[in-house]
C-alpha cells in the first residue's frame, strides 16, 4: 500500500485502509457521507486493523485528502494507506458488515459532551431534554463502560438496556452522529439517576457534601466558598491537606477565580477535559488548597455535570446561561478513602458517613479512573496524573519490540503493555500501599491485557525487591527484566519522544533504589537504550530515620545541619520536635544511611526556612516551597561541582543562616537551576551529547523546570520534558517497558 497522498489514476478504484482509534468514533458514517458528498461508488467496514474503504469514483482524490483533513473529533487516525484496484462502476456506496479476525484495534477514551448534545440537553423540544445520559459518536464513555472487544453494545454496561425504537433507529441511520454510538439512550430506555437534581443542589446550597457517581468513579463535592464544609470534607475523607480540584460552570466563570492563560484555557475545554493548575486568584475558602498558589480546575464534561451548574443557575431555557459566571463553584475530589482507590459501586456502604446525599445511578463503571491532572509548564501541557480522556490511548515507541509488561513502582504506579510499536499505558493506579489499590493494580493488568490482545514474553520491575509490583511479577511465571528506577525515568521520555539514540538525563526525584544499593534521587546520566552509566548525582545527604525522614522535612534539616558542621543548632532549632536532640545525637556519633536525592534537598530547604516541618501529602514542602516563589534568584557561589557531584552546600549553608521563607525559596529555586545548567553543561561537553531528558517528580515544579529548560537550551542544548506522561513514577512503567523490549529484541536478534 502506499500513503494516501500519493497520486492514483484518474476514476480509479482504491482499497483504503486507515488505521488508529477509528472505532466506535463515527468514523464509518463519516466515510460514508464524504462518498455521498463525491458521489462515489465503494464500501466501508471496520475490521480487526481499524477501518477499511473500498472506493472508486472520479472525486476519489478530493476524497482522501477530505478523509485526513476532516476526521470526526474522536478519531485519532495514525495512517492512511492506499492501494490502487481496478474500477468496477460500482455508483453505490454501503457500510459493510463487521470483519472478523484478531483484533489490533482499540477503544477511545472517554471523552466530554460535545456541542450538538448540549444543544440538545438543554432543547425543551429535544427527546433528549435534561437527559443526564445524552451522547453521541463524538462524546460520551467509551473505556470506562467497555468489558471487552470488540466495542460492541452487548460487551459493555450499556448490555442491560434494550434499546427504544427511537434509539434503535438513530443507531441504525448510517447519516446520523449515532450511528452505532454504543452507549446511546434517553430518557424511555437509558440509566437514571437515583436523586432528581434538585436535590442534589439543595444540598449543596445547604451546605452539605454530596457523592456523585461519574464517568470512571465517584466525586465528593461541596460548595468551594464554604469554609466550614470544605474542613468538614477533609475531617471526613482524612485528608488534612492536599489540595482538592474544583468544578466551574463554564470558561465564563474561570475568571472568578484563577489567572488563565490561553493555553490554559484551551488545555481545561479540550475533549479529554483534564483538571488544569492555574494560579488562583484567592476568591476560595483556605481549606482548599493550604498554602498553596495553584489550583487544580476543571470543566463539566458529563451531562450530569452541566444539569447541576444550570440548575445552580436557575435552569433557564437554552444556553446562554454558560455565556455568565455561575456563582457556584465545586469542590470535585476524588471518593477515596485511606489510600483506597477511586470508589466505583457500593457506594452507600463505603460512603456512608462521608456523604450528606449519595447520588448514583444504573449504568454500571467498568474500569475506574480518576480525573486526569495537567499543568501547562516550558509553553506546553504536562501531566501530573494521566487517567480518565487519555486512557486507554497508546503512545508510539520509536520502533517495535516484543510484547513486554511493566509493572511500575510503588508510588503512583500505573502499568505498561507494548504491541509492536504501541505502548498501552494504563490509568493511574495509585500509591500500592492497601489490599484494595493491589487488587485494583491486579485487576487493570488482567482488563488491559486483555483489551490489547497480546501476551506479554517478558515481565519488567523495578529493582526495588519489597515493592508489591515487583513481587507481582514474580508470581506471573515470565521472564523477568529489573530495571534500575532513573534509567527508566529517562527511557520513559525518550520513548515518548520518540527518541532511539543516546541522550543525558537529569532525574530528580524522592527515592529509587540504586544499581549499588543506594537511595538515588539526584541523578545525571547517559542512556544508551537498554544501557545507563551514572555521570554524577547530587552530594549525599544523610537520611535521619529512613522513611520517617521523606515524612517529616524537619529532619531532612537536621541532616543539612550535620553535613555543614553545625549539629550544635540541630535541638534549638527545632523544639517542637521531641526528638531532635536524639536525632542530632545520633548524626554526630555514627551518622545514618544517606541519600542523594532532590526530593529530601527540596525538604531540607523547607526544613531550614520553617516552610513545612511535617508534610500530610508527598511533595507537601516542596509544593509550599515553590508557591512563595515570585522570581527565582542564583546565589553566588551557592554550588560546587567535583568528580561529577554537584554540591549545594553553600546554598544549604546561606538558607540556614535566619533569613526571609521567600527570599530562601526564590535563591533555592534559581541557584539548583543554575547549578544543575553548569552541571549538564559540562558533561554535554565531555560526552558530545546535546540531549538532556529531564525526569523525575521534582520536574512537576513549574519554576525549576521552565528555569532550567531555558537555561539549557541559551547553552544551545535540547532539554526533553514529559510531556505524553507524567515525569514522575506514573510515567515509569513505559521507561520499564522500552527498556525490557530493547533488551528481549536483542536477545532474539543474537
Given at each position: 500500500m502506499r500513503p494516501a497522498h500519493a497520486p492514483l489514476p484518474d476514476a480509479a478504484r482504491a482499497r483504503v485502509r486507515v488505521r488508529g482509534a477509528v472505532q466506535g468514533v463515527g468514523f464509518r458514517p463519516f466515510v460514508y457521507a464524504l462518498a455521498q458528498r463525491y458521489r462515489l461508488g465503494g464500501f466501508v467496514a471496520n475490521d480487526p486493523e481499524g477501518v477499511l474503504i473500498e472506493v472508486e469514483g472520479g472525486a476519489l482524490p478530493e476524497f482522501l485528502v477530505a478523509l485526513r483533513d476532516e476526521a470526526p473529533p474522536l478519531a485519532r487516525v495514525e495512517s492512511i494507506e492506499t492501494e490502487p484496484l481496478l474500477p468496477r462502476g460500482e455508483h453505490r456506496f454501503d457500510i459493510a458488515a463487521s470483519r472478523g479476525g484478531a483484533v489490533t484495534t482499540r477503544i477511545g477514551a472517554d471523552a466530554a459532551t460535545c456541542e450538538a448534545c448540549l444543544d440538545e440537553l438543554f432543547d425543551p423540544a429535544s427527546r433528549f431534554h435534561l437527559y443526564p445520559f445524552v451522547n453521541c459518536t463524538h462524546c460520551g464513555p467509551r473505556y470506562t463502560l467497555t468489558l471487552r472487544l470488540p466495542y460492541d453494545r452487548a460487551n459493555t454496561s450499556m448490555s442491560r438496556f434494550a434499546m427504544c425504537a427511537d434509539c434503535a433507529r438513530e443507531y441504525s441511520d448510517p447519516s446520523n452522529r449515532r450511528f452505532h454510538a454504543e452507549p446511546i439512550a434517553c430518557p424511555r430506555c437509558g440509566p437514571r439517576l437515583?436523586?432528581?437534581?434538585?436535590?442534589?443542589?439543595?444540598?449543596?446550597?445547604a451546605g452539605g457534601i454530596v457523592a456523585l457517581k461519574s464517568l470512571g468513579g465517584y466525586h465528593l463535592l461541596c460548595d468551594v466558598t464554604n469554609e466550614a464544609t470544605v474542613a468538614e470534607l477533609r475531617r471526613r475523607k482524612g485528608r488534612d491537606a492536599k489540595p482538592f480540584a474544583v468544578m466551574v460552570a463554564s470558561e465564563a466563570s474561570l475568571d472568578r477565580i484563577v489567572e488563565a492563560s490561553a493555553a490554559e484555557r484551551a488545555l481545561i475545554s479540550s475533549v479529554e477535559r483534564p483538571i488544569v493548575l492555574m494560579?488562583?486568584?484567592?476568591?476560595?475558602?483556605?481549606?482548599?488548597?493550604?498554602?498553596?498558589?495553584?489550583?487544580?480546575?476543571m470543566l463539566p464534561y458529563t451531562p450530569l455535570h452541566h444539569l447541576i451548574f444550570h440548575a445552580a443557575a436557575g435552569s433557564t431555557a437554552g444556553r446562554a446561561w454558560q455565556n455568565e459566571p455561575v456563582d457556584l463553584v465545586l469542590v470535585a475530589t476524588s471518593a477515596n478513602l485511606g489510600g483506597d482507590p477511586i470508589v466505583t459501586d457500593d457506594a452507600e456502604r463505603k460512603l456512608t458517613g462521608v456523604a450528606d446525599l449519595i447520588v448514583g445511578h444504573d449504568r454500571d463503571i467498568v474500569v475506574r479512573a480518576d480525573d486526569s491532572v495537567t499543568a501547562i509548564i516550558d509553553g506546553a501541557p504536562s501531566f501530573i496524573r494521566r487517567a480518565r480522556g487519555y486512557t486507554p490511548r497508546p503512545l508510539t515507541l520509536p520502533r517495535a519490540v516484543p510484547p513486554v509488561l511493566a509493572v511500575g513502582a510503588y508510588l503512583k504506579n500505573t502499568i505498561t503493555l507494548t504491541r509492536g510499536s504501541e505502548a498501552f499505558v494504563s490509568q493511574h493506579i495509585g500509591d500500592l500501599a492497601t489490599a484494595d489499590t493491589v487488587r485494583f493494580f491486579e485487576q487493570t493488568i488482567d482488563h488491559l491485557t486483555h483489551?490489547?490482545?497480546?501476551?506479554?514474553?517478558?515481565?519488567?520491575?523495578?529493582?526495588?525487591?519489597?515493592?508489591?509490583?515487583?513481587?507481582?511479577?514474580?508470581?506471573?511465571?515470565?521472564?523477568?527484566?529489573?530495571?534500575?528506577?532513573?534509567?527508566?525515568?529517562?527511557?520513559?521520555?525518550?520513548?515518548?519522544?520518540?527518541?532511539?539514540?543516546p541522550l543525558l538525563g537529569v532525574v530528580l526525584d524522592g527515592h529509587g533504589a540504586g544499581s549499588d544499593g543506594g537511595a538515588w534521587g539526584g541523578e545525571l546520566l547517559r542512556v544508551d537504550g537498554p544501557r545507563f552509566t551514572r555521570l554524577g548525582h547530587l552530594a549525599p545527604l544523610a537520611l535521619p530515620g529512613g522513611d520517617a525522614a521523606a515524612r517529616e522535612p524537619w529532619r531532612m534539616a537536621a541532616a543539612a545541619l550535620h553535613g555543614l558542621g553545625r549539629d550544635s543548632e540541630i535541638a534549638t532549632r527545632f523544639p517542637d520536635q521531641l526528638r531532635a536532640a536524639a536525632l542530632a545525637a545520633m548524626l554526630a556519633s555514627h551518622g545514618c544511611a544517606t541519600t542523594t536525592s532532590a526530593g529530601r534537598l527540596f525538604d531540607a530547604a523547607a526544613g531550614l526556612l520553617g516552610v513545612c516541618a511535617v508534610q500530610s501529602y508527598e511533595g507537601q514542602a516542596a509544593m509550599q516551597l515553590e508557591a512563595l516563589v515570585r522570581h527565582p534568584r542564583v546565589l553566588s557561589g551557592g554550588w560546587e561541582i567535583g568528580a561529577g557531584t554537584l554540591d549545594l552546600s553553600p546554598l544549604l549553608a546561606h538558607l540556614a543562616d535566619d533569613i526571609d521563607a521567600r527570599d530562601g525559596a526564590e535563591l533555592f529555586h534559581g541557584t539548583l537551576a543554575a547549578a544543575l545548567a553548569d552541571w549538564v553543561v559540562q558533561a554535554a561537553e565531555q560526552t558530545g551529547l546535546t540531549t538532556i531528558a529531564l525526569g523525575g517528580g521534582c520536574f512537576l515544579n513549574r519554576v525549576l523546570s521552565e528555569d532550567l529548560a531555558t537555561r539549557l537550551r541559551a547553552r544551545g542544548l535540547v532539554p526533553l520534558l514529559a510531556r505524553q506522561l507524567p515525569p514522575n513514577d506514573g510515567g515509569l512503567s513505559l521507561g520499564q517497558a522500552w527498556i525490557a523490549g530493547l533488551l528481549i529484541a536483542e536477545q532474539e536478534q543474537r
Open positions: 437515583s436523586h432528581p437534581i434538585a436535590d442534589i443542589i439543595a444540598c449543596l446550597r494560579r488562583q486568584r484567592g476568591a476560595l475558602a483556605p481549606s482548599v488548597t493550604p498554602g498553596l498558589q495553584a489550583l487544580g480546575v483489551l490489547v490482545g497480546t501476551a506479554p514474553v517478558a515481565v519488567a520491575h523495578d529493582l526495588h525487591a519489597d515493592f508489591a509490583s515487583t513481587r507481582f511479577a514474580e508470581t506471573l511465571g515470565l521472564p523477568l527484566v529489573a530495571v534500575q528506577h532513573h534509567h527508566a525515568h529517562v527511557a520513559s521520555i525518550a520513548a515518548e519522544r520518540g527518541l532511539d539514540a
